[in-house]
């Protein structure tokens, strides 16, 4: 969904909306992996976003833009048994298990200056960017039993504590362009932009 407004006529405003569900239910079933040791998938996101025109003058142009993101996906089984790898058909439910959530927090000002002179037409574009992601998640692994024909025990694997999982940056960028037309046939696109990782965090 977009929603554009005129403010005045100097300023025009741009707002954007999206959402992406998903859902996948019993997933690798077939003849060897029947309902139960199946898996489940959800997957949910939106992104929202806002962008500012300003007309500063005839030459120059103001850009505001915030933007945030969010998507989760989870990853479950039918069930807690422990799983069951045989050589007919397996048993049990799914032994892995995943939560994962990702957020973005976006914020970028860029001004736009265009120059007629001697030495051609430049168009100017200057700005900075600051971007702040996030990222937490769960992964839980239950027993997984391999058997033989004969259903007795060949292998029993066991996992350790559910791994969790955090982290974080904040990144500053900084741009310049210049779209230098010295001819009416020549187009010469400059530019140069330095990034910066201002802190990151990892938790395990």
Do not use: C
Not at 77 to 102: C, D, I, K, S, W
Not at 105 to 125: C, M, N, P, T, Y
Not at 162 to 183: I, K, N
Request: cysteine-free.
């Amino acid at each position: 969904t977009q929603i554009d407004a005129n403010l005045t006529t100097r300023h025009h405003l741009t707002a954007t909306a999206s959402l992406f569900p998903r859902r996948i239910d019993l997933i690798n079933l077939d003849t060897f992996t029947p309902r139960e040791t199946t898996f489940d998938l959800r997957q949910r996101g939106f992104n929202l976003a806002v962008s500012e025109r300003a007309i500063l003058s005839p030459a120059a142009l103001l850009e505001t833009t915030a933007a945030f993101k969010r998507f989760d996906m989870d990853i479950f089984g039918q069930g807690t048994q422990p799983m069951v790898l045989a050589p007919e058909v397996n048993r049990g439910n799914v032994f892995n298990e995943q939560e994962r959530r990702t957020r973005t927090a976006q914020v970028a000002e860029a001004l736009i200056l265009q120059r007629q002179g001697w030495s051609g037409e430049h168009l100017f574009k200057v700005g900075i960017d600051l971007l702040h992601s996030s990222f937490d998640g769960r992964s839980v692994s239950r027993p997984v039993e391999v058997r033989r024909a004969d259903d007795t025990l060949s292998q029993r694997i066991e996992y350790g504590s559910p791994g969790v999982y955090e982290a974080s940056s904040l990144d500053l960028g900084g741009f310049l362009q210049d779209r230098w037309r010295p001819a009416d046939r020549w187009v010469l696109e400059l530019g140069a932009r330095l990034d910066a990782l201002h802190r990151m965090d990892i938790d395990e």
